[in-house]
Nanobody
Framework: QVQLVESGGGLVQPGGSLRLSCVVS????????MGWYRQAPGKQRELVAT???????NVVDSVKGRFTISRDNAKNTVFLQMNSLKPEDTAVYSC??????????WGQGTQVTVSS
């Protein structure tokens, strides 16, 4: 059974930092693209960042220069380093992995709240 377990969310003041982790367990026949989405209350889900197996990264314009995505292929883990957090970054952040079979697996989501 495949599981994606996120950690690292929480409450942080504006300007602060958080590091999200997402560990993939179980057999997925190889992790191709991994990434993070977020969804704020009343808003559509937004793709935040992606990283390929070759570590080519892409982030949405609203977080460029503040968020960094990385991965540890040996540990099947993807990270999202979030710096200079703003109240508008408040959302549930969910990780995903696309296997080479074409199937997408999802994490359960972790809450990030940026507030003073």
């Amino acid at each position: 059974q495949v599981q994606l377990v996120e950690s690292g969310g929480g409450l942080v003041q504006p300007g602060g930092s958080l590091r999200l982790s997402c560990v993939v367990s179980g057999s997925i026949w190889g992790a191709n693209v991994m990434g993070w989405y977020r969804q704020a209350p009343g808003k559509q889900r937004e793709l935040v960042a992606t990283i390929t197996s070759g570590r080519i990264t892409n982030v949405v314009d609203s977080v460029k220069g503040r968020f960094t995505i990385s991965r540890d292929n040996a540990k099947n883990t993807v990270f999202l380093q979030m710096n200079s957090l703003k109240p508008e970054d408040t959302a549930v952040y969910s990780c995903y992995v696309d296997s080479y079979t074409g199937f997408r697996y999802w994490g359960q989501g972790t809450q990030v709240t940026v507030s003073s």
